[in-house]
């Protein structure tokens, strides 16, 4: 299968050596079989672990043979003709005459033909390898195949891209808690495998990424090779068909700095290449932004939604001043903190207050806007502004590099909010307008739960939900995290046919969202290790259990290998478009001598 990838990918094939499937046990009589489960009793001088992967066969008469492919979910061991608890020192002393049985139980996956028939006790079972192995995983089906991690035999395991791309469905949500799961790294992961594998074909050269930066540091180094990975690393991603390496293009996007008239983004460990953004008063009146400042669960229960509405259709009318500033009724507004202050005087004033704010709405409601508008200033100013020129340079886009960090980890969450709406709003009109769901646009987005909570509604969820019903036709792509799935909007996850999970939360594990997880590996979700997920996908009837390597890309300024600048940029001469450029971009065109 490594050979299939990396012929795909361009690498020379490497010859595997043929192996003889090894015997593993023997179907058991004591226990029931039925088609979905049964168990092995395993033989002497061999053992099966968790998660392998297991065939057998059954004779029906008259009809030819069926093949029965299943997966190892649980092992046990047990002293035969013990009853009491002592008996173990006894057995061990030689007194009592007892045997050890170890048994696995066998969660199917498919049936050649479908005869949906039980093995009979005593059939052997073998280890599936090589061929049999895909097929039992039906890996032998699918066109094309996404490295997705590794077995616990180190084996490649894959998820089908068609259920990824959009073609037969789309979307990856994971979930997780915090810290343990692994969700981000996991998803970054993913894309490295999306982009790194040639799974893409040529759909690879223009497909983008979008990702949201919310904890840390962490992604503003996915450009940097991973210090800490060590050979044995290396060689999980060459198993995998991938190349150990950082991202080759990734364009950064910060804040700018609070106060900062410069507009410098507000990074601490990452100096070079990465670039301010923020809207301009015009775009902001233009394009109806002000609705995405009240996007959070309390701005739901509020009545104020029609005054929102009015405010945005006068701002709409704002005539553009230059620079990107806005002319409304005379006055030249150039700051935020000078429109808020505007659109307040409006709205209480006697005479505009009928247009600016509506008929009949009451002093309380208002009140209530403006107290709201006042709020969102501090957090927002430095994001909406006219005060900073060439602001077209500061304009988020994914133009320029195959992936786009935007941080939004020094934003509070009205500002997170805002940032998160606004600009996949504008990739999902931009795609909207395109009309084709090529190129692919591969959205990465954190702490989904703050975005699109399970109640209510806002701006932000309807934008997502859009996303996820219809990204599928659009080629836009949500790849979701969050700690809990139950605190998700269901539609979301419901649309995601990709479902994933790191470490859970007992209590979590039991909630419905994770129903597509046997009983027995919901268990198991409570006690996954770092690096270790149970995947879902629409094809095998039962989750894997996915082991991905340590990232090649730094994940904190520590990890960084800084001694020959980040991954593509090669010599100082040769630097990539817009990485290891100055920071603050305000005097720099980031996108020097990429095509326009
Ligand atoms: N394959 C791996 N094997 C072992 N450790 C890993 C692996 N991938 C990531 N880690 C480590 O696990 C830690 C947590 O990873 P990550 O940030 O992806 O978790 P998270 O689920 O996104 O957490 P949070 O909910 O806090 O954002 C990181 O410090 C990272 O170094
Ligand atoms: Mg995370």
């Not at 290396?234 to 700095?257: I, K």
């Not at 609070?258 to 301010?276: E, I, K, M």
């Not at 004033?349 to 208002?366: C, H, K, L, M, N």
Request: aromatic share 6%; hydrophobic share 40%.
């Amino acid at each position: 299968m490594v050979n299939a990838m990396a012929h795909e990918a361009g690498r020379p094939p490497e010859p595997a050596p043929p192996r003889a499937p090894e015997p593993a046990g023997r179907v058991l009589g004591t226990e029931d079989a039925t088609p979905l489960e049964f168990w092995v009793g395993v033989g002497d001088g061999t053992f099966l672990q968790l998660d392998d992967v297991v065939a057998c066969e059954r004779a029906l008469p008259g009809r030819e043979a069926v093949q029965l492919f299943g997966v190892v979910c649980q092992v046990r061991a047990r002293h035969e003709g013990a009853r009491f608890d002592s008996d173990v020192f006894l057995i061990e002393e030689g007194v009592l005459p007892a045997q050890v049985s170890e048994a696995a139980q066998v969660l199917t996956t498919r049936f050649e033909p479908e005869v949906f028939v039980p093995p009979l006790p005593g059939a052997e079972v073998r280890r599936a390898e090589g061929a049999e192995r895909d097929r039992a995983l039906f890996f032998d089906g699918m066109a094309k195949r996404l490295p997705a991690g590794l077995s616990r035999d180190d084996e490649p395991l894959y998820v089908n891209l068609e259920f990824v791309d959009g073609t037969r469905g789309a979307h990856v949500n994971i979930s997780g808690i915090s810290g343990v799961a692994t969700k981000t790294t996991y998803a970054t992961f993913l894309l490295h495998s999306l982009f790194a594998s040639g799974v893409l074909g040529t759909d690879a050269l223009n497909a983008k990424a979008l990702i949201f930066n919310v904890k840390g540091e962490d992604l503003l180094w996915l450009d940097h090779d991973n210090t800490v990975l060590d050979d044995a690393g290396r060689d999980r991603y060459h198993r995998l068909g991938l190349p150990a390496a950082a991202f080759r293009s990734v364009g950064f996007w910060a804040p700018p700095r609070l106060d900062d008239p410069t507009a410098s983004p507000d990074v601490s460990q990452r100096p070079l290449g990465v670039t301010s953004f923020f809207w301009t008063l015009e775009e902001f009146c233009r394009d109806e932004l002000l609705r995405f400042l009240f996007a959070d669960a309390e701005d739901d229960r509020q009545q104020y939604t029609i005054v929102i509405a009015n405010v945005e259709a006068r701002l709409k009318e704002a005539v553009p001043a230059g620079e990107g500033a806005v002319s409304i009724d005379g006055h030249t507004v150039r700051t935020f903190g000078a429109l808020v202050e505007l659109i307040s005087t409006k709205v209480e004033d006697e005479d505009d207050r009928t247009s600016w704010a509506g008929r009949s709405i009451g002093q309380g409601t208002v009140n209530a806007f403006v107290r709201r508008l006042h709020a969102a200033r501090r957090h927002v100013e430095r994001l909406i502004r006219a005060d900073v020129p060439h602001a077209d340079r500061h304009r988020v886009t994914t133009d320029g590099h195959q992936v786009t960090v935007v941080d939004l980890h020094n934003l509070n969450d009205r500002a997170k909010r805002f940032v998160v709406g606004v600009t996949i709003r504008r990739e999902f009109d931009r795609k909207e307008r395109q009309g084709s769901p090529r190129p692919l646009l591969f959205l990465v987005l954190d702490e989904l739960n703050k975005y699109a909570p399970r109640d209510g509604s806002s701006p932000i969820k309807e934008i997502l939900l859009d996303v996820a019903e219809r990204g599928r036709s659009l080629g836009i792509i949500l790849v979701g995290a969050q700690q809990t799935a139950s605190e998700v909007e269901r539609r979301i996850i419901a649309n995601s046919a990709i479902r994933v999970v790191g470490r859970l939360d007992a209590a979590e594990a039991g909630r419905d969202e994770y129903g597509f997880l046997p009983p027995i590996q919901r268990q198991r979700s409570t006690i996954l290790k770092p690096g270790t997920m149970i995947l879902s996908q629409p094809e095998l009837p039962i989750p894997l259990v996915v082991q991905f390597p340590f990232p090649a890309w730094a994940t904190r300024a520590s990890e960084a290998d800084l001694s020959g600048g980040p991954v593509g940029a090669g010599s100082p001469g040769r630097r990539a478009p817009g990485v290891g450029t100055r920071a603050s971009g305000a005097d720099e065109d980031p996108f020097a001598g990429l095509p326009r």
